[in-house]
C-alpha cells in the first residue's frame, strides 16, 4: 500500500487531475455541489502521494488549469462580447489567462512533494496548512486573484460556524484535512489509522456544527431599516454612450423618487455614467428631495477631484448621508492596464471606457447613512476578505454595488454572490448588494438571503436590514490567526522532522 500512486499512466493522469480540479468550481455557486471539494482534495492528495516533484509540477498545473478553466473562463464574456476581440483571440487570451492562474497550484505541488509531504504529518496537517498559504498568496500575488477558495462552497454546511472565527481560509483548512483525511484512511485501511482520520473529521466538523447558533452580535434595535436597492439594467454597450446618459438619469430618477422615505436608496456601480463633478445638475436636486425625505442614496460614481486630474471608480452618499469612498483595490485590464504603454490601441479590449482609473488611499472613512455607518465596497473589493474585515469591523452595515454586465449570463456573478455571503457570516454584518443587472440582494448577518432579484430585469429590491451591534472574532482579528496557525504549523512539523533525523545521527 506505500505504492498507491506510485505508477499512475500518463493517461490517467490527464484525465484525473484536471477533472479533479473541476471539482472544486462544482463545489460552489450555482452548483453547490460541497461534497465535492472535499473529494477534489482526496484525490489531488492520491495525484500527489508519491511523485516526483518534477512530475507534481505537471500534475498540480493540470489541476488548476481544470480548477480555473472551468471556475473563471467567465473573463471570456468581457473579452469578446464586451472588450469586441475576435473570438479567436478571446479564446487564446483566456486560455493564457486560466493557463497562467494553474501555474500557482503547479508551484503549489512541487512545494507540497520536495519539503511538506516527508514531514511528520505532512500528507495531513501539512497539506491543508500549505493549501491555505497559497490561497492566501493569490490574496495578493500580481494585485490578487482571491477567487475559488475551496471554503466559499461551504457557506451552508456544518462548518460555516467556523468562519466567524477563522474567516474563508479556516473553511479552507478543514475542507483541505477532510479531503487528506478521507485519502489516508483509503490507503491504509488499517482499523487504528481510519479510527483516528474519523476522529479528526468528526471534530472539526461537529465544532463547527456547535459554533453555528453561536450569536456573536446582536441587533442594535428593535426596528429594522428600510433600503431599496435599484437594479437599472443597463446595457453595457449604452452604458457610457452620450446619447444614452439623459434616458439612464430619467431611469434611476424614476425608480428612486417612489422610494424616497426608505432609509437607504442603492444604485449600482457607476450608476452615472458621468464624473461625480459634473452630474451635479442631476444630483444636487436629487440629494435635496432625498434629504428632506430622511433618505440616503448611495451611488457608484466615476469621480475627479480636479479638472484633468487623476479619477477614481467611487461611491458617492448623498441626500441624508454624506461621504465619498474611492476604490482600493483594481481590477487589471477593467479599471487599469497594466503595461499601459504598450498595450493601449493594441485591440478594443485594452481600450475600454473608463479603465484607467486610480486607487484609492488606504485609510478612508465610511459612509454615513443618517446616524449609520456604512462599509462600502466596489464589485471586485467585496472578494478581499481581509479588507472587508478591516473596513467593516467597526460598520453599521455593508453595502457592495457592481456591474456583473461584464460577465453576461456566465457563473461568475453567482460566484460573486456566494462570496458577498461568506462576508456578511465573517464579520457579522448584513450586506446590500446593488448590481447593474443582477444578482442584487439583501443578505443578513449569518449570510443567508433575505431577498434577491431576478438577473437581467429592471426591478427595485426593496427590503429590511438590521443595524448590528459588536465584532466577531474575524473581524477584530482578520486571517492573522490563521495564517499563523498554518505558518506555525509546517514549522513545527519541519523541527520535528531534523529533529528526528539529528537524534539518528
Not at 51 to 62: F, P, V
Not at 140 to 160: K, M, Q
Not at 245 to 268: E, R, S
Request: proline share 6%.
Amino acid at each position: 500500500m506505500n505504492h498507491v500512486g506510485a505508477g499512475l499512466s500518463p493517461r490517467f493522469v490527464i484525465l484525473v487531475a484536471p477533472l479533479a480540479g473541476v471539482l472544486v468550481t462544482l463545489s460552489m455557486a450555482p452548483f453547490n455541489l460541497w461534497p465535492a471539494g472535499i473529494l477534489s482534495c482526496a484525490l489531488y492528495s492520491y495525484l500527489l502521494c508519491t511523485c516526483t516533484a518534477r512530475r507534481a509540477l505537471w500534475r498540480g498545473w493540470l489541476f488548476g488549469l481544470g480548477m480555473f478553466g472551468s471556475g473563471v473562463s467567465w473573463v471570456y464574456v468581457s473579452i469578446h462580447v464586451h472588450g469586441y476581440a475576435p473570438i479567436p483571440l478571446a479564446v487564446t487570451l483566456t486560455a493564457l489567462f486560466c493557463a497562467g492562474l494553474a501555474l500557482l497550484h503547479a508551484l503549489f505541488a512541487w512545494t507540497y512533494v520536495r519539503f511538506v509531504r516527508s514531514l511528520p504529518g505532512g500528507m495531513l496537517l501539512g497539506f491543508a496548512s500549505l493549501w491555505v498559504l497559497f490561497e492566501w498568496l493569490r490574496d495578493w500575488l500580481l494585485t490578487g486573484f482571491p477567487w475559488l477558495y475551496l471554503g466559499y462552497g461551504h457557506i451552508d454546511t456544518w462548518i460555516s460556524g467556523w468562519a466567524p472565527l477563522t474567516g474563508v481560509f479556516g473553511l479552507s483548512f478543514i475542507v483541505a484535512i477532510t479531503g487528506s483525511c478521507l485519502f489516508l484512511a483509503w490507503r491504509s485501511r488499517q482499523t487504528i489509522a481510519m479510527t483516528t482520520y474519523a476522529v479528526v473529521i468528526i471534530t472539526l466538523w461537529a465544532g463547527g456544527a456547535v459554533l453555528k447558533p453561536t450569536q456573536w452580535v446582536a441587533r442594535a434595535s428593535e426596528e429594522p431599516l428600510t433600503v431599496a436597492i435599484v437594479q437599472p439594467n443597463v446595457p453595457q454597450e449604452n452604458k457610457w454612450n452620450p446619447h444614452w446618459y439623459g434616458p439612464i438619469l430619467d431611469n434611476l430618477k424614476q425608480a428612486t423618487d417612489p422610494q424616497l422615505g426608505a432609509d437607504i436608496v442603492i444604485w449600482p456601480e457607476s450608476a452615472v455614467p458621468n464624473y461625480f463633478q459634473n452630474a451635479q445638475n442631476f444630483l444636487q436636486p436629487l440629494a435635496e428631495r432625498a434629504a428632506l425625505a430622511g433618505t440616503t442614496v448611495i451611488t457608484g460614481i466615476p469621480y475627479r477631484p480636479e479638472p484633468g486630474g487623476r479619477y477614481y471608480n467611487a461611491i458617492a452618499a448623498l441626500g441624508h448621508g454624506e461621504g465619498v469612498y474611492l476604490k482600493q483595490r483594481l481590477v487589471p485590464f477593467g479599471e487599469y492596464v497594466p503595461l499601459e504603454d504598450q498595450l493601449r490601441g493594441v485591440i478594443a479590449f485594452f481600450d475600454l471606457p473608463m479603465s484607467a482609473f486610480s486607487p484609492g488611499p488606504a485609510a478612508q472613512k465610511p459612509l454615513r447613512a443618517g446616524a449609520y455607518r456604512v462599509a462600502p465596497f466596489i464589485c471586485y473589493e467585496i472578494v478581499y476578505s481581509g479588507l472587508v474585515a478591516r473596513n467593516a469591523g467597526n460598520a453599521d452595515i455593508i453595502v457592495t454595488i457592481s456591474n456583473d454586465t461584464w460577465f453576461g449570463d456566465s457563473i461568475g456573478p453567482l460566484q460573486h454572490l456566494q462570496i458577498a455571503q461568506m462576508r456578511g457570516l465573517e464579520v457579522g454584518r448584513y450586506v446590500l448588494r446593488g448590481t447593474n443587472n443582477g444578482v442584487s440582494a439583501i443578505i443578513d448577518h449569518q449570510g443567508r438571503i433575505v431577498d434577491q432579484t431576478e438577473r437581467f430585469v429592471s426591478t427595485t429590491l426593496v427590503g429590511k436590514a438590521e443595524v448590528m451591534l459588536g465584532e466577531t472574532p474575524y473581524a477584530s482579528f482578520g486571517n492573522t490567526p490563521i495564517l499563523a496557525a498554518c505558518s506555525i504549523g509546517l514549522i513545527l512539523m519541519a523541527l520535528m522532522y531534523f529533529s528526528f533525523w539529528r537524534d539518528l545521527d
